[in-house]
């Protein structure tokens, strides 16, 4: 058999294994090893403010989902959420949150662009929302890394009612 053919056997059977998708269903007072074994290694290990750590499991850029883990001081996991929903955005809070407040609730964005009207960088992530539409949701952050404001938008991209 050629090696090539191996390789990518092995890459289909870890991927059938170990996905973000099942860091959504991780029991609470789950070890951190357990998350591991279920979900496979996070994309990164970030501390959550006053202890324990976050696993962040996403799919940006092109997926419309990320799962957050949290762990608390002894590694055992509290609680595990999809975080990319309207409800979570509506937590921004323009002028208190800061550019590392996104990263750690969110995870990297889908792409960070910039705008004319705005001096800053604009942190875009894909969602869906509760009727399944493809949305992007845009964040404003300042040169200071303050967020100063943040909305949703629609992705006509694949729209099935393409817009005149």
């Known amino acids: 058999m050629r090696p090539w053919l191996t ?3 092995s890459a289909l059977l870890l991927g059938a294994c170990a996905s973000p998708w099942k860091a959504m269903n991780v029991p609470p007072g789950s070890s951190r090893d357990q998350v591991i074994a279920q979900a496979g290694p996070p994309l990164r290990e970030l ?3 006053g202890g324990g750590q976050r696993m962040q499991y996403t799919m940006q850029p092109l997926g419309h989902y990320a799962y957050m883990v949290d762990l608390d001081g002894s590694g055992r996991v509290v609680r595990s959420r999809q975080v990319l929903t309207e409800a979570e955005f509506h937590r921004i809070e323009p002028g208190r949150w800061t550019i590392a407040d ?3 609730e969110f995870g990297p964005p889908a792409r960070i662009d910039g705008v004319s009207s705005f001096r800053g960088q604009v942190l875009t992530y894909r969602w869906k929302d509760l ?3 493809n949305m992007f ?3 404003y952050v300042d040169p200071q890394g303050m967020v100063q404001r943040a909305h949703p938008a629609m ?3 694949n729209d099935r009612n393409p817009r005149p």
Do not use: A, I
């Open 137 to 139: 949701y845009h964040v």
């Open 155 to 157: 992705d006509f991209l």
């Open 47 to 49: 501390p959550l403010p």
């Open 7 to 9: 390789l990518l056997g």
């Open 131 to 133: 009727v399944n539409t």
């Open 102 to 104: 996104v990263d750690r």
